[in-house]
């Protein structure tokens, strides 16, 4: 869990700094089109074309900004706000399993009464499901704690190699590279993918080892009633980025009036 909580804590750090950069951001574009009234500015501005020449280029820079800040935005949330309640999301996934198995055990149960009915030859066959249910309802909380040790294991073991091994993977995918910035934020959004789809994967184990563990008995898997909650959590962090064509600052609709032609050409140069 130690590694875990440093990836939170290090991921809130930078959607801090996100937050930092986008308000100063927005700060000095502010402070650039307020000032553009005062009569100082516009003397100013008369002589140099400095005044002009900020605003063109904040609003040059507001694509390119808002997209990256974007990005941070979205692994940010995902890295220190989704990735920390992923344990959280599976218990409550266990305990709501269990809940409906055993509710299904009361209800069944006296239906498996009858089963021990019959001759003695054929009885006992019938009825052994039961009885592996019956175990399955009496063992699965215990093994539920089990699966969450073996999970805060696994997951300092794999925590550890993956930030050994993440650098070295970047620099053989960029050994000289002028992108810059952009790599930083493709790179960031590869770390957070990992990055949670280990942690989900690693601490499934606690709601899914039950089911394993029966298996060896000669069960079957319980009820997944709510086996989809965690990919449901995850949906409301990957919707974000699936909007990322509505990001602020991009003139979408100029480029729809360019691009469209008018009705009295041929379709060809229009």
Known sequence: MSRLLFITTDNLCRLVSAEGIWTIYTTARVVV?????????????????AASMLTALFEALAPPVYFLLFLMFCAGFSLSIYLPFIPFIFWMTGIGNWIVSVLIGCTAGPLWAATHLGTSEDRGSR?????????????????????????????????????????AALV????????????????????????????????????????????????????????????????????GSRNIRHTPGMKTDRLKDNTKGSDDKDGIKG
Do not use: W
């Open 127 to 167: 009825a052994a499901y039961g009885y592996i249910y019956l175990i399955d309802s009496m063992i699965r909380p215990p093994i539920m704690v089990f699966g969450f040790f073996f999970a805060s294991v696994a997951i300092i073991a794999v925590g550890t190699i993956l930030n050994a091994l993440f650098g």
């Open 172 to 239: 053989n995918v960029q050994f000289n590279s002028l992108t810059g910035i952009f790599s930083l934020a493709g790179f960031l959004l590869i770390y957070a993918r990992i990055c949670t789809t280990t942690v989900a994967a690693i601490f499934a184990l606690q709601a899914y080892l039950p089911d394993h563990v029966i298996n060896f008995l000669g069960g079957r898997d319980g009820a997944n009633t709510l086996g989809s909650m965690a990919n449901s959590v995850k949906e409301i962090f990957i919707g």
């Open 33 to 49: 089109a307020g000032g553009k009234d005062s009569i100082l500015v516009k003397f100013f501005n008369s002589l140099t074309g």
